[in-house]
């Protein structure tokens, strides 16, 4: 229908040709704008409003919850129930002044009544744990390794295990597929390489604790060749906690995809129809999510004089940890005490490798935003040469 208005006929001479309403001509030509037709989503939405018109903007909900936890703390009656909150708002000469009843729902759904109930609180923003990245102003690419695929063999073919290195990005949804006989540091590399070299530097790369991402633990302050290439290029990257979820569920969501559109789908006989099929759906995949692509932080170009360095140590990597009873975190090897007051809770460690700093952050998906330094122990990086 967009081809056909496009051509230079009429909208209601379109609606007349395809035997629907003016108004369906009107909204979709209206959604496809100025796009080119494969960047347009034309897929369906769901009826009616995404958000009830009457709802209370966020700004103002977030408003009455602070007033609240003010006067709780600082009100001389000592009052800080709905009522309260509305006169405080009235003397502030609030632009809004919600209903006493409006406040009392708002306390409600954000869990801020004294009452004993289930509290549905909203999720924190995608990337919650990274300033940058949860204001949507940089870029993450998380990437995962999925194993235990085996092509059967048949006619005296022995068996060919299948392993798939999967990557997508958290704004964008760029997505990318590798797979091979058999992951390596080396091999993930080349792959990272290709993938930047067409698509761009993200700020972040975010890996599990593999040694293939993290490097050997053998011995402690162990940065692997992943680690090494991205400080090279000025990505920063991020290990998630261990048996931790949500922290990697991007790339965990589309593993399952890409087992079930690539994998399950058809019959393989080989590692290269494996690879085939990868590739067209990677592509296909792109094509449909061109528009979220486009709409995601820019990312930067790998520069035309850079030269790969897997010598020197320099930027910052990032881990997230939990702490234990006795408010310590481990990572590389090492021991690091944080808080004692902070056990068995969530940190951000920023290994600052210019600074020979490690900084560790308080982290809570109930506050995304409060991210408080909790301690800074002095850190000596690793002087050995590397052997590559």
């Not at 009830?52 to 609240?68: G, I, K, Q, S, T």
């Not at 091979?180 to 080396?186: F, L, W």
């Not at 789908?265 to 590692?271: I, K, P, V, Y």
Request: net charge positive; glycine share 8%.
């Amino acid at each position: 229908m967009v081809s056909y208005v496009r051509k230079g006929h009429s909208l209601r001479k379109a609606a007349r040709h395809f035997g629907v309403s003016l108004c369906t001509i009107q909204r979709w030509v209206g959604r496809a704008g100025g796009q080119r037709l494969s960047r347009v989503d034309l897929s369906d939405k769901r009826s009616g409003c995404p958000t009830a018109p009457n709802r209370v903007a966020d700004d103002l909900e977030n408003r009455v919850l602070a007033l609240r936890k003010r006067l709780r703390t600082y009100s001389d009656l000592g009052e800080y129930g709905a009522t309260a909150i509305r006169d405080e708002l009235l003397r502030l000469r609030a632009r809004q002044v919600p209903s006493v009843r409006t406040i009392g729902r708002i306390l409600e759904r954000r869990g801020a009544l004294d009452g004993r109930q289930r509290v549905r609180r909203n999720p924190p923003p995608p990337g919650w744990y990274l300033e940058d990245l949860a204001g949507a102003r940089v870029e993450l690419d998380s990437f995962d390794i999925v194993e235990g695929l085996v092509i059967r063999g048949s006619k005296g073919k022995r068996p060919v295990g299948v392993e798939v290195f999967n990557g997508i990005s958290l704004h964008g949804g760029l997505m990318g597929s590798w797979p091979r006989g058999g992951i390596t540091a080396k091999n993930t590399m080349d792959s990272l390489l290709a993938h930047w070299q067409s698509f761009g530097l993200p700020a972040y790369a975010q890996f599990d604790n593999d040694r293939i991402f993290a490097g050997a633990h053998a011995r402690p302050d162990t940065f692997g060749r992943v680690i090494r290439l991205c400080l090279s290029l000025g990505v920063t990257p991020v290990f998630a906690p261990p048996r931790e979820t949500g922290f990697q569920a991007a790339v965990e969501n589309y593993n399952g995809r890409w087992q079930a559109k690539v994998w399950a789908r058809f019959e393989h006989d080989s590692l290269r129809s494996v690879q085939d099929r990868s590739r067209r759906f990677v592509a296909a995949a792109q094509l449909r999510s061109a528009a979220r692509i486009e709409s995601a932080p820019q990312r930067k170009p790998i520069p035309d004089d850079w030269k790969i360095d897997l010598q020197s140590l320099r930027g910052r990597v990032i881990f997230l940890r939990r702490t234990d009873a006795q408010g310590r975190v481990s990572l590389l090897g090492r021991s690091f005490d944080v808080s004692a007051t902070w056990t068995n809770r969530l940190v951000r460690t920023e290994l600052d490798l210019d600074q020979k700093q490690a900084r560790f952050y308080a982290l809570r998906r109930r506050e995304p935003t409060w991210q408080p330094l909790l301690k800074t122990h002095r850190y000596q990086p690793p002087e050995r040469r590397f052997i590559e």
